[in-house]
């Protein structure tokens, strides 16, 4: 079945440092992809999405592109801040359910 | 106004019980879900409900039903409580046709003792 691969956390960083989160996906065709972010004693919220190979998505500073050759849809950001502290999730559309990764967990330090 | 709100937020409760959880949306979505999230952070989804069908995560124990009194309400009733029943449970909605942009509640913290 369909599936997504995410690093494994805990990823500490300092303020202002570059931030790439690794995930990968296992489908059949071509879904769409999506980040969501937990913060801390909250439910997820959608970050951004990306519905087409080469598609970027972007939000908040956050950005991700869809590469189809490399199945991949690595979440980046130049310059993190304390307040995106928060465990971050790669999903895919399979059965119009979606499927997430495992979560990693991003803590930046001031 | 809470767009997906869960009630409680926190359950604690023997094994062996019977418990329930409210979960409620205002943004006129007509499906909705219901994932559990273990200590490691992983999400796994339970349940999806609309009001055409039902689909069952086939991992997911008969002990565990959903209950839908309407199009707003989506209850989870867990039925001989056990240890391995502690997570946190969490529900969400979406319109049809957009059921990648889920909207999700806050979260229950069920701890079975």
């Known amino acids: 079945g369909d599936s997504v691969t995410q690093m494994e956390g805990p990823v500490t960083l300092s303020e202002e440092a570059f931030l790439t989160i690794n995930c990968t996906y296992t489908?059949?065709?071509?879904?769409?992809l999506f980040w969501y972010v937990q913060y801390p004693g909250e439910g997820l919220q959608l970050l951004l999405k990306?519905?087409?190979?080469?598609d970027k998505g972007s939000n908040k500073g956050f950005e991700a592109t869809y590469r189809k050759e490399t199945t991949s849809f690595h979440l980046e950001k130049g310059s993190v801040q304390v307040s995106d502290s928060a465990v971050y999730f790669c999903?895919?559309?399979?059965?119009?359910?979606?499927?997430f990764g495992s979560g990693t967990q991003l803590t930046v330090l001031p | 106004d809470t767009a997906v709100s869960q009630t409680p937020k926190y359950l604690v409760t023997q094994m062996g019980n019977d418990k329930s959880i409210k979960c409620e949306q205002n943004?006129?979505?007509?499906?909705m879900y219901w994932y559990k999230q273990d200590s490691k952070k992983f999400l796994k989804i339970m349940f999806s409900?609309?009001?055409?069908?039902?689909?069952i995560n086939e991992t997911v124990p008969n002990r565990f039903s959903p209950k839908s009194p309407d199009k707003a309400h989506l209850n989870l009733h867990i039925n001989s409580l056990e240890l391995g029943d502690s997570a946190v449970y969490f529900c969400?909605?979406?319109?049809?046709?957009?059921?990648?942009?889920?909207?999700f509640g806050p979260g229950t913290r069920l701890t079975v003792t």
């Open positions: 943004l006129g979505h007509d499906t």
């Open positions: 969400a909605s979406s319109q049809e046709g957009a059921s990648y942009e889920q909207y």
């Open positions: 999903a895919l559309i399979s059965a119009r359910q979606l499927t």
């Open positions: 990306a519905t087409k190979a080469d």
């Open positions: 409900y609309n009001n055409k069908e039902l689909i």
């Open positions: 489908a059949t065709g071509y879904p769409s």
